[in-house]
């Protein structure tokens, strides 16, 4: 059946219900770990020093879901990073997404997960992936990934003028789903695959649509969680070179939550006048 990736119904159903029906134990937790937390927000600590990216972690790791990080921009990322950031991570309650982008023949993508300088697979719950090179990486890492490590394919950029097409995003689609246990969902713009249990992480976000002067394409936490039915925003530059990036990440996380609850249908309404009371209390939140 051939999926459109733009015409597909928009899904409804929690983070825990989701979590019920994934079959990568990675997305399981984080769907659960979401619903707990009560934040979707992702945050790419694109540090480039072991400092910056400790501090950045350690400030906002209370309001996040997942740390993604890019361990091969930081100077001297070493086990000791990344220890530190797994114990953040157990401290704060959120995983490590390593953004590796893998897209080379299977005997190299293996290397790059489990060996290379970064022992990606030691430390991180997900690894991304480009589905280009074939199904032969996905192969490869479904025998040597440990069954608590899932595989984001990337389906969809958010960069000005990227050669992804509608076909290419099904056949990705396509190609995760033989990929059950391994693959945990996607990274793209919209609500990609059918499947409840895939976990849909998307980045380009800031508070309102635009394209930056990098050809960055922007969209705004509700158009991304309400509108285009993803569930998780990955947010960098917006809180990471903020004044206060703590006051940035708490601002982008009641956005994301705001758009879910709006999505699955239990956002607060707005007071409405027949139920305001004398001595009934009008919640005012949200
Ligand atoms: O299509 C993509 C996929 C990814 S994972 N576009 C992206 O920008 N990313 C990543 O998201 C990118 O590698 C960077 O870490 C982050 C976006 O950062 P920002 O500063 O533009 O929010």
């Not at 069954?147 to 990227?162: D, F, H, R, T, Y």
Request: hydrophobic share 40%; aromatic share 6%; proline share 4%.
């Amino acid at each position: 059946m051939q999926q459109q990736a733009s015409d597909e119904p928009k899904r409804q159903p929690t983070y825990t219900e989701c979590a019920a029906h994934s079959t990568n134990l990675a997305a399981q937790s984080l769907f659960q770990l979401m619903d707990n937390k009560k934040t979707n927000l992702a945050v790419a600590a694109d540090a480039q020093t072991p400092e910056q990216l400790l501090d950045l972690a350690r400030r906002i790791g209370p309001e996040i879901c997942l740390l993604k990080t890019h361990g091969d921009i930081v100077h001297q990322f070493d086990a000791n990073t990344a220890a530190e950031l797994l114990r953040l991570a157990t401290e704060h309650q959120f995983l490590i997404f390593e953004d590796r982008k893998i897209a080379d023949v299977p005997h190299i993508a293996t290397l790059q997960a489990i060996r290379g300088s970064h022992w990606i697979s030691n430390w991180a719950h997900f690894i991304s992936v480009h589905g280009i090179a074939g199904e032969g990486p996905l192969k490869a890492l479904s025998e040597c990934l440990s069954k608590e490590c899932g595989i984001l394919l990337v389906a969809q950029m958010s960069s000005a003028g990227n050669l992804i097409t509608k076909a290419y995003t099904n056949k990705v689609v396509r190609m995760g789903k033989r990929y059950p246990s391994l693959v945990a969902g996607f990274i793209a713009q919209e609500l990609v695959s059918n499947d409840a249990g895939h976990i849909h992480m998307t980045p380009g976000v800031a508070l309102c649509r635009h394209t930056s002067t990098d050809g960055q394409q922007y969209l705004s936490p509700q158009q991304v969680i309400r509108d285009n039915g993803s569930d998780v925003i990955i947010v960098g530059r917006a809180i990471y070179e903020s004044q206060n990036q703590l006051a940035a990440a708490q601002t982008f996380r009641r956005l994301g939550w705001n758009a879910y609850l709006e999505r699955i249908g239990q956002a607060n309404p707005a007071p409405s006048i027949q139920f305001v009371s004398a001595t009934a209390p009008t919640n005012h939140s949200g």
